[in-house]
């Protein structure tokens, strides 16, 4: 891929992200993984790398670490953790749009990051083509 099919590509990266209504995500991205690239290869790796970085706290495998690790902790019960449960309130659940967070972890989310990983892959070895 040349320079102006990396520009397309990230253009497209960032649409994409701005139409799933993560325009706040795009920002991030942009701010702390894009900013002080050089060129666009290397923007859109950035951009993919930070995506994959973001995703990956929603995924299965984070969400069972931190509940495998949580569960060292000792408890008024003296039962484990095994779960954890986020109470929002009236004016938030208006605000947001949201009733209930759901801190399970996602295996859509696991395999998104894979394929993402695949991806950067692939464009990091262009390079050496």
Known sequence: MNE???GILLR???QRTHDSGRADLDGLLMNSRVSDA???REAVIGYLLGLRDEMSLGGEAVI???M???RR???ESGTPIDGIVVDIDEEDRAAFGVVAVDLVGSTQLDEAVSQIDEL???LQGDEAR
Do not use: N, W
Request: without cysteine; glycine residues 4%.
């Open 73 to 75: 902790f000792p408890t």
């Open 68 to 70: 495998r690790r949580l």
């Open 4 to 6: 102006d099919e990396y």
């Open 64 to 66: 069972r670490e931190s």
């Open 12 to 14: 497209t990266l960032r």
């Open 38 to 40: 050089e060129g666009a």
């Open 120 to 122: 950067i892959r692939e």
